[in-house]
């Protein structure tokens, strides 16, 4: 059986849920927020909630299927208001929020499916629960704020990307995996062998999607290629190319004080093999993925197994 259709009456829970508490009406933000959850997108962290849900005890179900909802939500939030950041018209094929509504109406349909989120969680009774998501929350704002800091900065380091990229993305892989352990009552030991698992998937996640910003198609990442460069976002081709090629790294110190020559930067990337090599950092990542989970004696570790070999073939 496929993972699609071993969670299939799980995702059908928590469209359930999430439809019951923004199904469109009158009010604008509910019918933007609906739409954003119609143009659907590979629901990645409630996949990994309800995977790790399964280990546990299942009597707890209900509460499983309520914070996987709650962080499709909040996966929903950020990339409104990462739209309003990287000026993006387009996503998931279709116009954002904020260019077709503005600025204002962007913020607010990004707060309400917040504090939707944040309701749905509420109605788990567990107090450690609540305590991982609410870090996970600030840690994830914190990245946001920092992505502001960061953009057209030509010197970042390495560390500072992998920094980024772990608040953006595998933070709230992490999350979704600590949030569907401790919802469950999974012992300690096996939460970390997941936590770990997540870590690698998630970093591993954002590095391929950096590296189809150049090289993917525009109806597979869901916006405009080349956005993150255009935007400032130096993501790993950029900075390795940058620090084996002097000539590179003043062209890109040139372009983020003048913002010219865009195309010179992308052509420069496309004609190394830096792409090559930020890949081979993902599929460390993978790898250690699936080092990381291999003790696990259960049916599940199959289906993480199989999401991490998709994920590998993403872009192969």
């Known amino acids: 059986m496929s993972l699609n259709a071993f969670l299939s009456d799980d995702f059908k829970a928590v469209q359930s849920i999430i ?45 499983i ?37 503005g ?19 509420s109605e788990v009774n567990n107090m450690e629960l609540h305590r991982v998501y609410a870090q996970a929350i600030q840690t994830i704002v914190e990245g946001e704020l920092n992505q502001f800091e960061q953009q057209f900065k030509a010197d970042i380091t390495k560390e500072e990307y992998f920094e980024k990229t772990y608040r953006k993305t595998a933070l709230l892989i992490e999350t979704s995996v600590a949030l569907g352990a401790i919802a469950s009552h999974l012992q300690h030991e096996l939460k970390e062998k997941l936590m770990r698992y997540a870590y690698h998937i998630g ?19 869901g916006k405009p290629k080349f956005s993150d460069l255009k935007n400032g976002h130096y993501t790993l081709p950029v900075i390795l190319l940058r620090d084996k090629d002097p000539s590179f ?9 003048q913002l010219i020559q865009v195309d010179d930067i992308i ?36 289906y993480l197994i199989e999401f991490a070999e998709k994920l590998q073939k993403r872009i192969s």
Do not use: W
């Open 19 to 63: 439809e019951s508490e923004i199904s469109p009406d009158k009010v604008l933000i509910k019918k933007k927020s609906y739409e954003l959850f119609l143009y659907g997108g590979k629901k990645i962290r409630p996949t990994f909630t309800l995977l790790v849900g399964k280990l546990g005890d299942k009597k707890y179900t209900q509460d």
């Open 203 to 221: 970093m591993s996640f954002q590095i391929i999607d950096d590296c189809l910003d150049f090289i993917g198609l525009e109806s597979e990442i």
């Open 103 to 121: 600025y204002n109406q962007a913020i607010l349909t990004g707060n309400y499916l917040l504090s939707i989120a944040l309701k749905l969680s």
């Open 267 to 302: 052509n420069a990337v496309l004609d190394s093999d830096v792409i090559d090599e930020a890949l081979s950092v993902s599929n460390q990542h993978i790898n250690d993925a699936i080092v990381a989970i291999e003790s696990i004696d259960d049916e599940i570790k199959h």
């Open 249 to 257: 790294h003043e062209q890109l110190h040139r372009y983020s004080k």
């Open 65 to 101: 299927l309520k914070i996987a909802a709650s962080l499709e939500l909040i996966h929903m939030a950020t990339l409104v208001h990462d739209d309003i950041i990287d000026d993006s018209d387009v996503r998931r094929g279709h116009i954002t929020v904020y260019y077709s509504e």
